[in-house]
């Protein structure tokens, strides 16, 4: 019989996410309580426990994945990593029949052969819980438990990995269309413009509408992860009761009998197809009309609202001209509706050239690791009243 160990009461959480977004994930973090949360290279962490983990999990939307920080130290041999890593009451958080997966990543240090240094922290963790469970093999038959080791600057971070597929894994979106971008940067997009549930929105380039989607599910505060699991569900030392428990609580916050007015529009008829029955996955199929619209011919019906998208680069699929037609187009189409605010995702230098008008801010972005700039036009504002 193996000795039980207990899992921590407390620990420090680690929420990645990617790089230009961190102000967007710290007010999130800040709405579910958990105070100002410092961000260091795409990394927020706060010290929090197993309600926090499933809470974060839940209801996070821009996000990447969400970490228990388990030790830091630095190394810069095989020996230093591996004593460093065998430190770590292993048994306190894996069961002596989980599978262990190690993966990591290294910048800037001397450790930098990456399989070689996921042998040893792999080696490292079985013989501290051989040690711990008095045994001499594992089988691995039970649970997933992700290890990840950063190494950056010779300093080493070993996290344990709760969330499994990042978060933009939201569920709802089965099948693949051209250039889609991330549920997470679609959210961070979202976040940092001007919508809120009562003011129109429209995608005049919504492709498989992960945009109007995540506005639909912004406006009727459905959390980002309601509809997947996570890896710390299947720990039995971690217990059902906290994915529980913030299941009915973000549950309990949905405002599915709002009124809104999302719109999102393609060229293409296949891809609207697509965005429909996405809508319906993920449980808005009733909150967003889509329609088929060449951008050359989109005029907003409604007096003022808020345009968040995602437009052809012209790089890949689409030629750089068919690209600048568009961004020429949507000058167009917005010139008599300076009520109306835009704010567009481009790699393209030439953006503010081609819509005709300089914007009134810009951010770098990442869009799939391809620098951009987001561009902010600000249109008359409403009155945000919760
Ligand atoms: C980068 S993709 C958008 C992907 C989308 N954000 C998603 O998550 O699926 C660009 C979209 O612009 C559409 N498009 C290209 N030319 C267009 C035009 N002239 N008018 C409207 N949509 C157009 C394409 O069909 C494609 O779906």
Same mark, same amino acid.
């Given at each position: 019989m =193996?000795?039980? =160990?207990? !899992?921590p009461?407390? !620990?420090?959480i680690?929420?990645?996410c990617?790089?230009?977004?961190? @102000?967007?994930v710290k007010?999130?973090?800040?709405?579910?309580?958990?105070g100002e949360v410092?961000?260091?290279?795409? +990394?927020? $962490?706060?010290?929090? #426990?197993?309600?926090a983990?499933?809470r974060?999990?839940?209801?996070l939307?821009?996000g /990447?994945r969400?970490?228990i920080?388990?030790?830091?130290?630095p190394? $810069? $041999?095989?020996d230093e990593l591996?004593?460093?890593?065998l #430190?770590?009451?292993?048994?306190s958080?894996?069961?002596? /029949?989980?599978k262990?997966?190690?993966?990591? *990543?290294s910048v800037?240090?001397k450790l930098?052969?990456l399989?070689?240094c996921?042998?040893i922290?792999? @080696?490292?963790?079985?013989? *501290?819980?051989?040690a711990?469970?008095?045994v001499?093999?594992?089988?691995e038959?039970?649970?997933t438990?992700?290890?990840? !080791?950063w190494?950056?600057k010779?300093?080493? &971070?070993l996290?344990l990995?709760?969330?499994?597929a990042g978060?933009?894994?939201r569920?709802?979106r #089965?099948l693949?269309?051209i250039?889609p971008?991330k549920e &997470?940067?679609a959210?961070?997009?979202?976040l940092?413009s001007d919508?809120?549930?009562?003011r129109? !929105?429209h /995608?005049?380039?919504?492709?498989?509408?992960?945009i109007?989607i995540?506005?639909a599910? %912004?406006?009727?505060?459905? +959390?980002?992860g309601?509809?997947r699991?996570?890896?710390?569900?299947e720990?039995e030392n971690?217990?059902?009761d906290a994915y529980?428990?913030?299941? $009915?609580?973000?549950k309990?916050n949905e405002?599915r009998?709002?009124?809104v007015?999302i719109?999102?529009t393609?060229i293409?008829?296949?891809? %609207?197809?697509l965005?429909?029955?996405?809508a319906?996955?993920a449980g808005v199929?009733?909150?967003?009309?889509f329609?088929?619209c060449?951008?050359?011919n989109?005029?907003p019906t409604?007096?003022?609202? &808020?345009?968040?998208?995602?437009?052809?680069?012209?790089?890949?699929?689409?030629?750089?001209?068919?690209?600048e037609?568009c961004?020429k187009?949507?000058?167009?189409?917005l010139k008599?509706?300076?009520d109306?605010?835009?704010?567009?995702?481009?790699? +393209?230098?030439?953006?503010?050239?081609?819509y005709?008008k300089?914007? #009134?801010r810009e951010r770098?972005?990442?869009n799939?690791?391809?620098?951009?700039?987001?561009?902010?036009?600000?249109?008359?504002?409403?009155?945000?009243? /919760?």
């Amino acid at each position: 019989m =193996y000795k039980k =160990y207990d !899992f921590p009461d407390k !620990f420090d959480i680690v929420v990645t996410c990617a790089s230009g977004v961190e @102000k967007v994930v710290k007010s999130e973090l800040k709405r579910l309580d958990y105070g100002e949360v410092p961000a260091v290279n795409g +990394a927020l $962490t706060f010290l929090g #426990d197993k309600n926090a983990v499933a809470r974060c999990n839940i209801n996070l939307r821009t996000g /990447d994945r969400v970490y228990i920080k388990l030790a830091e130290f630095p190394a $810069t $041999t095989f020996d230093e990593l591996f004593a460093g890593v065998l #430190d770590v009451s292993w048994a306190s958080y894996l069961p002596a /029949d989980a599978k262990i997966l190690v993966n990591g *990543k290294s910048v800037k240090s001397k450790l930098f052969a990456l399989s070689a240094c996921q042998s040893i922290v792999k @080696k490292a963790i079985i013989e *501290k819980m051989g040690a711990q469970y008095r045994v001499n093999g594992f089988y691995e038959q039970g649970s997933t438990y992700q290890i990840e !080791f950063w190494i950056f600057k010779d300093q080493v &971070t070993l996290l344990l990995n709760t969330s499994g597929a990042g978060l933009h894994k939201r569920g709802y979106r #089965d099948l693949v269309w051209i250039a889609p971008i991330k549920e &997470t940067l679609a959210s961070s997009l979202l976040l940092l413009s001007d919508f809120y549930w009562q003011r129109p !929105f429209h /995608d005049p380039f919504c492709g498989s509408g992960t945009i109007p989607i995540e506005a639909a599910r %912004i406006a009727l505060n459905i +959390a980002g992860g309601i509809g997947r699991k996570f890896d710390f569900c299947e720990w039995e030392n971690f217990g059902q009761d906290a994915y529980n428990l913030a299941f $009915t609580e973000a549950k309990d916050n949905e405002k599915r009998d709002r009124k809104v007015e999302i719109f999102g529009t393609d060229i293409d008829a296949k891809a %609207i197809k697509l965005a429909k029955r996405h809508a319906i996955q993920a449980g808005v199929g009733d909150k967003i009309k889509f329609s088929v619209c060449d951008v050359k011919n989109f005029r907003p019906t409604l007096p003022c609202g &808020t345009i968040v998208t995602n437009p052809p680069y012209g790089e890949r699929v689409y030629d750089r001209e068919e690209a600048e037609a568009c961004y020429k187009n949507l000058g167009k189409a917005l010139k008599d509706s300076i009520d109306w605010s835009l704010f567009l995702i481009t790699p +393209a230098k030439n953006f503010e050239k081609l819509y005709g008008k300089r914007a #009134d801010r810009e951010r770098k972005l990442y869009n799939s690791n391809k620098e951009c700039k987001y561009y902010y036009y600000y249109g008359k504002k409403g009155d945000k009243n /919760d």
